[in-house]
T-cell receptor, first 113, second 111 residues
Framework: GAGVSQSPSNKVTEKGKDVELRCDPI?????LYWYRQSLGQGLEFLIY????????KSGLPSDRFSAERTGGSVSTLTIQRTQQEDSAVYLC???????????FGSGTRLTVV | KQEVTQIPAALSVPEGENLVLNCSFT??????LQWFRQDPGKGLTSLLL?????REQTSGRLNASLDKSSGRSTLYIAASQPGDSATYLC??????????FGGGTRLMVKP
């Protein structure tokens, strides 16, 4: 596609439920990031995928968070047993390697009630 | 470990002023530096991308410069308008395609 697509754009879930957030990167992009942004806060790094290398999971805040990138393309961020503090906008970005810049999706706004 | 700092954290100017936003980074071994704009509750929009071999990039009223050796970049906005009000973020890309963001500058342009 022309850009990075994230779905859903908005998600309201009850505390304790599991949620899946999807990111469709630009075709051919080898690098993919997930960030989280709480209201009024900066970007919080979550996880980074680069090609076939093992992902950098150092930003995941707890073991309730996990992410996959299947076939080097679509990525899914899963949050299990959601808590109210998980409420935030979750942003995905992708890039070719080397000198290319990153393109961000519009994000998924997650609200845990 | 790359660290990126943006100064000032917030800026309020009257409409029509020219302004400069600053970004500094600690590791000069970068592929490129990217300036983004973020409107409240929205995603990031790429404004300018400067390669490590370049000194500056221009787009309309925006001009970004890069001094890799000193670890600095500036974003110059000419003739600011209320519609320029947003948070401006710089990010550097290092080896392994790692992306490191600064904390952002919140800009308010008053009519």
């Amino acid at each position: 596609g022309a850009g990075v697509s994230q779905s859903p754009s908005n998600k309201v879930t009850e505390k304790g439920k599991d949620v899946e957030l999807r990111c469709d990167p630009i075709s051919g992009h080898t690098a993919l990031y997930w960030y989280r942004q709480s209201l009024g806060q900066g970007l919080e790094f979550l996880i980074y995928f680069q090609g076939n290398s093992a992902p950098d999971k150092s930003g995941l805040p707890s073991d309730r968070f996990s992410a996959e990138r299947t076939g080097g393309s679509v990525s899914t961020l899963t949050i299990q047993r959601t808590q109210q503090e998980d409420s935030a906008v979750y942003l995905c970005a992708s890039s070719f390697g080397g000198a290319h810049g990153y393109t961000f999706g519009s994000g998924t706004r997650l609200t845990v009630v | 470990k790359q660290e990126v700092t943006q100064i000032p954290a917030a800026l309020s100017v009257p409409e029509g002023e020219n302004l400069v936003l600053n970004c500094s980074f600690t590791d000069s071994a970068i592929y490129n530096l990217q300036w983004f704009r973020q409107d409240p509750g929205k995603g990031l929009t790429s404004l300018l991308l400067i390669q490590s071999s370049q000194r500056e990039q221009t787009s309309g009223r925006l001009n970004a410069s890069l001094d890799k050796s000193s670890g600095r970049s500036t974003l110059y906005i000419a003739a600011s308008q209320p519609g320029d009000s947003a948070t401006y973020l710089c990010a550097v890309k290092n080896a392994g395609n790692m992306l490191t963001f600064g904390g952002g500058t919140r800009l308010m342009v008053k009519p």
